[in-house]
């Protein structure tokens, strides 16, 4: 497969590059099924490998649509009358996601490299199977033109992080994965049956499609059934991304899983169902008739702000370091709605959220990768426990006070400046509340983590100790910090931190490409 | 209890909404609705896979040529699916590298042999049945792009065939014919196969699941036929993955992950 990749010539290469994304993992996932149950070493390298292949393929694509516009693929060359095959696309919309979704896999899976032979490391060609099938799944939503298709690849995605939740020893890790599969389940399903309502009514799959047929008949876009349509599509997606009353699922399952399963689902998982809501909002529906009764966005804003707060006050009522990563995660969600549903004049609030996904993406990624690190090395999963700890590990304690600094909002990180976006979409839209609940999330976040600092910086108790304290958990009891080397860590939280610093810095040329795609809708430039 | 009354409130809420939107719907069987004739000035869908299917790929079952050529891309990932579910199964509940428990629980019998006379019917019956049932297996993989039936639901039948032996003897009789490294292997070769069909499509520089260019390496005449001689592949494809993993999740869930004795 990538012995062909090179020898093709590189005009080809540039058609085949949505195709070539999704593969590249899937052949890796099927070469580590043959050959890795013999030979764990080889899932590894394997797995970097065609990681990197899409990383460069996703940089590549982020290259061409700069430069030369959007990349459509159609599938088997099905393209007239269109709507027969599937098509990918690929637009400034979705290119960058792709590129993050790249970079966190790849930065994951250094983290998840364990010495062969330890506890635990029979099921490594398992875990690294389900680990690229499960970008595999990622990416494929994220290139998606075709309704249907998005829930296959919902379908493979999920199904992937089901196994990877309940993959380690922990009871309540396997619980947890179990309430998320009924969650998961219900969410795909309701997705499902609004697309079968959207075809009931416009008789095609493709997005574009829907979205040309929705606008020019008036009567179909009236109609009960797509209005029942876009409530099933949303709130199925809601589930998947943990919008607040539908948040459940998630604060057990990202915390009692394996914490490479954590630092990989974390990031990734919401941001790209985020993406999948606002795809289907700008795509499929149009954002004209999604904004169209100023009620329904206002009850969506409401909701979210619903969700920043109760997210971030349950988040600060957590004792365990994940369990409130994850709450923090149920109100960045929040965040991330509230700004898509702004519907101001500029799309400010539209942008912040798309600034927003991969901001988060990073920040989750980054507090995860430390939370993990210190699981991992000191055993420390309260909060209480990660006494004295930053003097341990001054690097890790450099990438946590980056990732901490940026959920908070501090420039120069990407936190504030995708606050600050979110924040001039909520003043010109004249949603108050959702610029409040955005402040007071900051402020409690601020609370939250000065308290984690001033515990883990000025707290004396020696780390040693701690690491009995979980007899019931055996998940990941602390290993001596001798067999897994320190870098595995260090290294891919060091570059997060720079990530979330470049991206704060760079957010004007960011923003610039988020919107190239905002100014092309054609019915939306009349907005701008 | 309080759990039950808010799931019913959120049963009779969700089904009013679903029924309130049936009332819109254009009629069962409607020859004009958007599904069967599209809208109106927009070319209709459905009426050209009727019309042009067969000429397209020269598959007389309009299904299998859906599923296979226009929308394969679809099917590669449904197939993707259950080797991820499979997968998934294994990882949870397979236990490995525990000696002690590998050891068999009880003497492991032929049942034939055991003097247990009612097992002789069963086995002697199955005996019987298998070889039927995997010939029907493949007739329904091979015909399935002229007929009903394709590779999930010859795969499936072929799965049932490896249960059914697991069930009349036991489960080390099944994997004797189908083991652990083996089924592995197939669920993984099936996806290559298929993925591979789309591969070859690129190499010979054209798009992903083109199968129209394999014309050459199939020596068939005209694109249309490589078509439907691709279509046969893939098929196969997924009827390889479908056994194995149908297979390998009744053998893990029957044993709970131990793979020896079985139900």
Known sequence: MKSWNKSKPAILMADQLPAILVLAPLFGAMIIGLAGTKDHKICFPITLASLLVTLVVAVAAAHQVFEHGPIDYFVGGWKEPIGIGIHLHIDSLNVLLLCAIAVVAVLVSFFSIRRIGDKNTEKTPHFYTLYLLLCVGLFGITIAGDAFNLFVLIEVSSLTSYGLIAMGSSKRGAFAAFNYVLMGTVGASFYLLGVGYLYLKTGTLNMVNIRDILSTQPEIAASRAVSIAFLFILVGIWIKMAFFPLYGWLPNAYSYCPSSSACLLAPLMTKVSVYVMIRVMVSVFGLEWVFASPGWSNLVVWLAVIAIVAGSVLAMAQREIKKMLCYLIVAEVGYMVGGAWLADEGLWGLTGALYHILADAAMTLCLFLAAGIFAKRFGAKKITELEGLFKEAPWTAVGFVVGALAMIGVPPTCGFFSKFYLIRGGIDAGHWEYVVALLLSSLINAVLFFRIFEIAYFGNKPAEGHAHAHDDEPAETALPSSEIPTWTGVFPLLVTAAIIILLGIFNGEIVAMIRVVLEDLPNLASRL | ?263
């Open chain 2, 1 to 263: 209890m309080l759990s039950k009354v808010f799931a019913t409130i959120a049963v009779v809420i969700t089904g009013g909404i679903l029924l309130y939107g049936v009332s819109d719907f254009p009629g069962f069987g409607d020859p004009h609705s958007p599904a069967n004739a599209g809208v109106p000035g927009q070319a209709s869908i459905s009426q050209y896979f009727i019309t042009e299917s067969y000429g397209d790929t020269k598959v007389p079952n309009i299904v299998t040529s859906v599923l296979a050529d226009y929308r394969g891309y679809d099917t590669m990932f449904e197939t993707v699916v259950i080797f991820a579910a499979g997968m998934a199964i294994f990882a949870i509940l397979r236990v490995v590298g525990d000696d002690s428990e590998r050891k068999p629980r009880r003497k492991q019998e032929s049942s034939f042999t055991n003097g247990d006379h009612s097992r002789i019917i069963i086995g002697t019956t199955c005996r019987l049945l298998v070889p039927v049932i995997q010939l029907f297996a493949l007739y329904v993989i091979a015909h399935g792009h002229h007929s009903p039936g394709g590779g999930f639901q010859g795969g499936v039948i072929l799965a049932a065939s490896f249960i059914i032996i697991a069930l009349a003897e036991n489960l080390n009789s099944a994997l004797k014919r189908l083991s652990e490294t083996n089924y592995l292997k197939i669920a993984c070769i099936g996806i290559l196969i298929y993925a591979g069909f789309g591969v070859m499509c690129q190499v010979l520089e054209s798009d992903f699941l083109d199968y129209g260019v394999l014309q050459p390496i199939l020596m068939t005449d005209g694109p249309e036929m490589a078509r439907s001689h691709s279509m046969l592949g893939v098929e196969i494809g997924v009827a390889f993955t479908v056994t194995a993993i149908m297979f390998a999740i009744y053998a893990n869930l029957s044993s709970r992950g131990l793979l020896r004795d079985g139900l």
